[in-house]
């Protein structure tokens, strides 16, 4: 079956084809299991360190170890199929799945309305995976087709997932060495004995403290619910001590309430427009106060499967120790990967319920470093 693959299909990678889109061929049950061993098998004999990416409309067992993306179907253009989407894929998660996402804007029905589609994309920054599509009958999901201001709100939403490139990236790493605990995380795995979370699909955490709760409804209210601790709004020193609700009853086209755990380390990058430009300038380091907390930043080539060994990955730990205010970076490894796409400058901005926003000034990635905000000390 793979030779018969090779010869059938070689072609299209000698013409630059990136990656494989199985859809329809479900006429077994493991049918996509082995489309995804010979697409791989003859991927590695045309250029065995080419990296291999699938998605697929069926899974199979056997298909996560692939790295094989999932795709939730033919969803309907509806505000219920978008708010339907977030508890279908943490259900992928919770059973093993790392890589799923959805027709983002709807695939099936009427043409999409600014106001959903540009909700959609907001949802869609905070997936595994964020995939734009729709039938060939429909208004295409570009945002420049939707007026100035969705489409505003929608280039806001795509520079955001792209700016969240390092972090996205370092949550698979992480997933790749420590077992698979995926990128998307349903708030019951962190806090098991709270009820109200128990069945909650409408937020969800996107790794260990950052908290995604976009608007998945018409009326253009959030009403989100934090645990226990101390929680900032994304980006912001505005801080809520949970357990407690934060609504509100108009959210602005072009905001997604986001919110970060005290303790939570987020690396931002900055605004490119395809993956080709990284590192593109120097990386925002994002620290939020009111407790200690660590984060790994992974980079590698990002086209191989070098990644495999050690030695072609940099792996740079991010603690932040609460009591002294002090972030330290430390590189793992004798031997440090330091391609082009590694960042080379880090920007620190450190967030405090009582004392704001505070910068430190540019420091060097590549060697161990650290920044102290005396402002920040506990004393």
């Known amino acids: ?10 072609h299209y990678l000698e013409e630059g084809v990136d990656f ?44 996560s170890r692939m790295g094989a993306v999932i795709w939730t179907g033919d969803i309907p253009v509806a505000w219920e199929a978008l708010a339907q989407q977030p508890g279908y894929v943490l259900n992928w998660h919770m059973a093993g799945v790392g890589f799923v996402t959805c027709d983002s804007g709807g695939f099936n029905g009427p043409n999409d309305t600014p106001l959903l589609l540009v909700r959609w994309y907001q949802y869609a920054v905070f997936m595994p995976i964020m995939r734009v599509h729709s039938t060939k009958d429909d208004l295409p999901h570009f945002p420049f087709l939707y007026g100035d201001v969705a489409g505003a709100a929608m280039r806001k939403a795509l520079n955001l997932r792209y700016q969240l490139l390092p972090y996205h990236y370092s949550l698979s790493h992480q997933a790749y060495r420590s077992g698979g605990v995926s990128i998307m995380r349903p708030l ?9 979370v128990a069945e909650m699909t409408t937020q969800w955490f996107d790794g260990e403290h950052l908290m995604a709760a976009p608007v998945l409804n018409q009326d253009n209210v959030s009403d989100v619910y934090l645990p226990a601790g101390v929680w900032y ?3 912001s020193s505005t801080a809520h001590v949970g357990p407690t609700n934060v609504t509100s ?8 309430p986001v919110f970060v755990r005290a303790g939570g380390i987020i690396t931002i990058g900055p605004v490119v427009q395809h993956v080709g430009q990284l590192p593109g300038g120097p990386l925002e380091v994002q620290v939020y106060t009111g407790a200690s ?12 499967t070098d990644y495999q060994s050690e030695d072609a990955v940099r792996a740079t730990t991010f603690e932040w120790d609460d009591t002294t205010a002090t972030l330290k970076w430390t590189v793992v490894g004798e031997k440090s990967y330091n391609g082009p796409s590694c960042y080379l400058h880090v920007n620190v901005v450190a967030f405090s319920q009582s004392d704001g926003r505070q910068a430190a ?7 161990d470093g650290s920044v102290t905000f005396p402002k920040f000390k506990q004393i």
């Open 361 to 367: 000034d540019t420091a060097t990635l590549g060697k």
């Open 20 to 63: 494989w889109w199985n859809d329809e061929g479900e006429t077994y049950y493991f049918a996509f299991y082995y489309w995804n061993l010979a697409q791989q098998g003859g991927l590695a004999k045309f250029d065995k360190k080419k990296r291999f990416w699938t998605i697929n409309r069926s899974y199979s067992a056997g298909m």
């Open 249 to 256: 009853q108009a959210v602005a086209l072009d905001a997604t």
């Open 188 to 196: 019951l795995w962190s806090y098991p004995d709270d009820p109200v």
């Open 293 to 304: 907390g660590s984060f790994t930043l992974f980079e590698d080539d990002g086209e191989t």
């Open 1 to 10: 079956m793979i030779g018969t693959r090779i010869s059938t299909h070689g």
């Open 233 to 235: 709004s994304f980006n």
